[in-house]
T-cell receptor, first 114, second 114 residues
Framework: DVKVTQSSRYLVKRTGEKVFLECVQD?????MFWYRQDPGLGLRLIYF???????EKGDIPEGYSVSREKKERFSLILESASTNQTSMYLC?????????????FGSGTQLSVL | AQSVTQLGSHVSVSEGALVLLRCNYS??????LFWYVQYPNQGLQLLLK??????LVKGINGFEAEFKKSETSFHLTKPSAHMSDAAEYFC????????????FGKGTTLSVSS
């Protein structure tokens, strides 16, 4: 069965901390994505990657960075966490060009920044 | 740039009634269109997708959607609602080109009453 694994289900951090959210997929997918989900705002794209070491900004990249050193792993980094980054973070992956195929989602990381 | 608008953040129906969830898209090229569903405390799963084959697309759990280019719409329907259909539904669009990502709407919460 295909799998996208996010390292933590719940995370509590302090303002100003550096936060790493890890995502691993076992499907040899080219594309990987980070979204954040907030009530009333749906899913908003933070960053995505269509190849190793490649990254593209999404709609809300400010305050975030990403790393993709290996095909299966895509990390989201909050350089200095702020309270407005409290959210549910969803990682996803897909095969094929430009997200034309089904996205497989992880179960999400609920991040609280205090 | 591509975008998706879901009309109505909440839709309430009675069990057995028609379900209609509205989605309009904007895309500069022929789009790939998707509906995803998120049940309470679960991840997103694909309901159906349109990829320029038949304009009427059938998905899981009795849902279907019709692509109407002239109206730039991709509305989701189900003839008879079940209690188990209560969930949040997301419409999404992709241009399917290399280096592009799936863009989601803000979601519509469907409530089903007995």
């Amino acid at each position: 069965d295909v799998k996208v694994t996010q390292s933590s289900r719940y995370l509590v951090k302090r303002t100003g901390e550096k936060v790493f959210l890890e995502c691993v997929q076992d499907m040899d997918h080219e594309n990987m994505f980070w979204y954040r989900q907030d009530p009333g705002l749906g899913l908003r794209l933070i960053y995505f990657s269509y190849d190793v070491k490649m990254k593209e900004k999404g709609d809300i990249p400010e305050g975030y960075s990403v790393s993709r050193e290996k095909k299966e792993r895509f990390s989201l980094i909050l350089e200095s966490a702020s309270t407005n980054q409290t959210s549910m973070y969803l990682c996803a992956s897909s095969l094929g060009q430009g997200a034309s195929e089904k996205l497989f989602f992880g179960s999400g990381t609920q991040l609280s920044v205090l | 740039a591509q975008s998706v608008t879901q009309l109505g953040s909440h839709v309430s129906v009675s069990e057995g009634a028609l379900v209609l969830l509205r989605c309009n898209y904007s895309s500069s090229v022929p789009p790939y269109l998707f509906w995803y569903v998120q049940y309470p405390n679960q991840g997103l799963q694909l309901l159906l997708k349109y990829t320029s084959a038949a304009t009427l697309v059938k998905g899981i759990n009795g849902f279907e959607a019709e692509f109407k280019k002239s109206e730039t719409s991709f509305h989701l329907t189900k003839p008879s609602a079940h209690m188990s259909d209560a969930a949040e539904y997301f419409c999404a669009v992709s241009e399917g080109q290399a280096g592009t990502a799936l863009i989601f709407g803000k979601g519509t919460t469907l409530s089903v009453s007995s």
